[in-house]
């Protein structure tokens, strides 16, 4: 991997340098016509950012554009059933009972976007016959205390716990904690899956002895890539254009500095805050290309 130099001068043009980035990571530089004419696409959005940026702040930014992972809803669809396809075959391997629940906690059963899009997802007829997943009992929950109280007596069964991603791992090991402190049985073997996590948070959720697996593992995007020759100056550097932005530090280097590259379905607070925090310090709208609440 090339380690790029925040003091280099780039000699072709700003779009020049855009697009081919866009290329490298197969996004589309066009959204094509009808109702997309009514909004900036996403080429034109990251052009507006990287323009307001002095050309250090761009030769910061476009090595991270070049592993940064976008997966927007409208390819949720193929991650479902390759997810589905998986958890199903190790199920065949012993499990009597298969039950899919969202990565969050009890109190929070119903309020993450991504997880409940997965499991109302699998709840798919088309999905369901594809796997013969009728065969044995399957159960969707979106609030893990169903087991306790609709499945007490259950007997090896498969658990898998879902999400589209992981960031700090946090909230993962509060859910599963949960779980293992007050529902698991004996009998039980639990799994998380999730489309996209970071490495960080699978080596915390690894060392707690839970088995994880996510199809896309992230490395935080300055400290961990390898993309920049000078770690420290290229952190410093990212901390001051925060500022400059008026980030809250709260979000520094993204949620506990995560220094996330990703978009999903919504972009996570885990993401350097600079592609989605949404005000500038005049209260007016943020030129951030991925902006997390719209």
Known sequence: MCKHDLGKTETVTLNERL?????????????????????KTLFSKFFIFLKSLSLEEQNLIFPLISIYHYCPAV??????????????????????????????????????KGASFIVSHMRDQAIQEEYNLTRKPLYLYENQNLLKTKNEN????????????????ETAIDTIKYFINNIKKDT?????????????ALEAITAIGVE?????????GITESGLFKDVNGAKKLMMRLEEKLDIPAFYQLGYEQSEATVTMMRTPDNTFPVFWYPENKDGGKSLAPLPRYL
């Open 188 to 200: 039980d073997r639990v799994m998380i899956y999730s489309f996209v996590a970071m490495q960080a």
């Open 75 to 112: 390819r949720y669809d193929s991650l479902v059933w390759r997810m589905v396809e998986e958890i199903n075959a190790i199920w065949g391997e012993m499990s009597e009972a298969l039950f899919i629940i969202t990565l969050t906690k009890p109190e929070d059963a119903g309020h993450s």
């Open 154 to 169: 259950r007997n090896n069964s498969l658990i898998v716990f879902v999400d589209d991603f992981i960031g700090s791992g």
């Open 212 to 220: 994880v697996k996510a199809f896309v593992e992230l490395p935080k």
């Open 19 to 39: 697009k081919r980035v866009f290329v490298n990571n197969g996004w589309n530089l066009s959204e094509g016509d009808g109702a997309f004419r009514y909004y």
